[in-house]
Nanobody
Framework: QVQLVESGGGLVQAGGSLRLSCADS????????RAWFRQAPGKEREFVAR????????YYADSVKGRFTISMDNPKNTMYLQMNSLKPEDTAVYYC???????????????WGQGTQVTVSS
């Protein structure tokens, strides 16, 4: 089964750090654009960060710019999201995605991970 497998979520205090991982499983998405989205309770899923298939272009939502870093380890077929200086408003389920079109909208992605919970306490 083709899927993206996430890990690394958890509970952290405000100001702390977490690193999320998203590994390919069943096939590789080496020529796909990749992204992280998140969904807080009662809210729509929103864009967090994305990386081009070559890894040369990175984009971030304004709310996480300067605190989060997206990266890709191509030999390991794994994408990461390093999250520093976490705030309570970062609390959400985080999803990784891969798609042929990419961009900052949900519709640009064809494959999604199962989601991993990140909870930031104040």
């Amino acid at each position: 089964q083709v899927q993206l497998v996430e890990s690394g979520g958890g509970l952290v205090q405000a100001g702390g750090s977490l690193r999320l991982s998203c590994a390919d499983s069943g096939r590789t998405f080496s020529s796909y654009a990749r992204a992280w989205f998140r969904q807080a309770p009662g809210k729509e899923r929103e864009f967090v960060a994305r990386i081009s298939w070559s890894g040369g272009r990175l984009y971030y939502a304004d709310s996480v710019k300067g605190r989060f870093t997206i990266s890709m380890d191509n030999p390991k077929n794994t994408m990461y999201l390093q999250m520093n200086s976490l705030k309570p408003e970062d609390t959400a389920v985080y999803y990784c995605a891969a798609g042929t079109f990419g961009g900052s909208h949900l519709s640009g992605y064809d494959y999604w991970g199962q989601g991993t919970q990140v909870t930031v306490s104040s």
